[in-house]
């Protein structure tokens, strides 16, 4: 993989796939079997059948990801946590009246300081996950330009933002129950989230991320 991430194959050059995956590389080594490159690839893939197999995510030899007991755990895990933060989340949202229909006080674009009247039109619930990460999307009601933010919901922050994240304003709440109401099912259990967030494909287990005691 390159420095800006791309793949890119050792054999031809190419981006978007890797040696393993070169048609040009298969084609030579077809029409000349006896080469050393032939040999080189065949010991090659030799070293890969007899080395155990490893799990990308747990690092333990013996299964896959797939089949990972330890991933399986971590997703229980994950959950429960999720769950406890998105509920005193939810209940803060109740509290403050924040859901869809709500008219918020929000910055025009990141760039500037100019403010205006806004109505959130969508929150994308599996990015929401704690009181200074709430997202939402917004439609300016004056200017009819639309905007998606990040917003912190505590009020007792004595600063304009905490940890970057500025303090939502509330012009106009809806009810409370229909806040709650409005939260899915899956977000309010933590079986609703980012997959790649937590679990990226071909990245190890973030233990600081899951373990009450890490760190």
Known sequence: MSYSGTVRCSYCGESKHNRSGCNKLEDYIARNPAS???????????RKKDRPRCCSYCQVAGHTRRTCATLKDDR???????????????EKMAELGVGIGTLVNIKLDYYTASKSIAMIIRIPWSKVSSLDAFILRAQFVKEGSQRGARFDLRHNVPSDAYYGNPILQVVSPIDALDVIASAPSEWSDGSLYEEDTYFPKGESRKGWLLDDDAG
């Open 36 to 46: 050393h490159t032939a040999h080189r690839e065949a010991a090659i893939q030799q």
């Open 76 to 90: 229980t895990i994950l959950a429960l946590k999720l769950a406890t933060s998105r509920k005193e989340t939810l």
